[in-house]
């Protein structure tokens, strides 16, 4: 098993700068493709940034291409995302995923993570 904490989240003003961390603990950690997802209210849960076992290769949606940007310490078995110019439109539960079979990882697809935190919440006010 593996247990996903994420931390980081709050209120901030539209422009401002927020960094999440999750923290993973069972089995290893740098063995797992990670993943981070939002959901807004009333929307579904959607693909924000996702990064490869050795931190090597790293991919982000479009709506947050050039602002947000995903990273790893596998020493410190975290996954981190740090989100910059922030909008009101980023508002959501942010969660982080961990993906246990990397030869299927599907990068965007939220069914190929088996391991999920609670979510932390972001709110960016205007």
């Known amino acids: 098993q593996v247990q996903l904490v994420e931390s980081g989240g709050g209120l901030v003003q539209a422009g401002g700068s927020l960094r999440l961390s999750c923290a993973a603990s069972?089995?290893?950690?740098?063995?797992?493709?990670m993943g981070w997802f939002r959901q807004a209210p009333g929307k579904e849960r959607e693909f924000v940034a996702a990064?490869?076992?050795?931190?090597?290769?790293?991919y982000s949606a479009a709506s947050v291409s050039g602002r947000f940007t995903i990273s790893r310490d596998n020493g410190k078995n975290t996954v981190y995302l740090q989100m910059n110019s922030l909008k009101p439109e980023d508002t959501a539960v942010y969660y982080c995923?961990?993906?246990?079979?990397?030869?299927?990882?599907?990068?965007?697809?939220?069914?190929?993570?088996?391991?999920w935190g609670q979510g932390t919440q972001v709110t960016v006010s205007s």
């Open positions: 995923a961990a993906d246990s079979n990397p030869a299927t990882w599907i990068i965007e697809r939220e069914q190929s993570y088996d391991y």
């Open positions: 069972g089995r290893t950690f740098s063995t797992f493709p």
């Open positions: 990064i490869s076992r050795s931190g090597g290769s790293i």
